[in-house]
Nanobody, 127 residues
Framework: QVQLEESGGGLVQAGGSLRLSCTPS????????MGWFRQASGKEREFVGS????????YFGYCAKGRFSLSRDNAKHRVWLQLSDLEPEDTAVYYC????????????????????WGQGTQVTVFS
């Protein structure tokens, strides 16, 4: 059974940082592009960032504003989303996602392009 498990969410003060992790299982994801989306209450799901299968290329949505970074370690089957300089507007459920076969060097910015999704982890930023 394919699963993407997110962890690392929580409650943080504005200006603080969090590191979210995604641990995929159930198949080999070393050739997969990985992405992160977020969804705030009452809003549509929003692209946060994506990373190519090798980790050599990353893409970010407008919401990142130079504050977020992505990395991965295929040997450890792990993807990380580093959130820095957080703002209350970053409060949302963050979802890890995967494209089965990376054919575009990680450049996948739409939710419909992704084949697998995690259950999400809540990030709450207070001022």
């Amino acid at each position: 059974q394919v699963q993407l498990e997110e962890s690392g969410g929580g409650l943080v003060q504005a200006g603080g940082s969090l590191r979210l992790s995604c641990t995929p299982s159930g198949r080999d994801f070393s050739s997969s592009a990985m992405g992160w989306f977020r969804q705030a209450s009452g809003k549509e799901r929003e692209f946060v960032g994506s990373i190519s299968w090798s980790g050599g290329s990353t893409y970010f949505g407008y919401c990142a504003k130079g504050r977020f970074s992505l990395s991965r370690d295929n040997a450890k089957h792990r993807v990380w989303l580093q959130l820095s300089d957080l703002e209350p507007e970053d409060t949302a459920v963050y979802y890890c996602s995967a494209v089965a076969q990376d054919a575009h060097a990680g450049n996948y910015q739409h939710s419909y392009e992704y084949d697998y999704w995690g259950q999400g982890t809540q990030v709450t930023v207070f001022s």
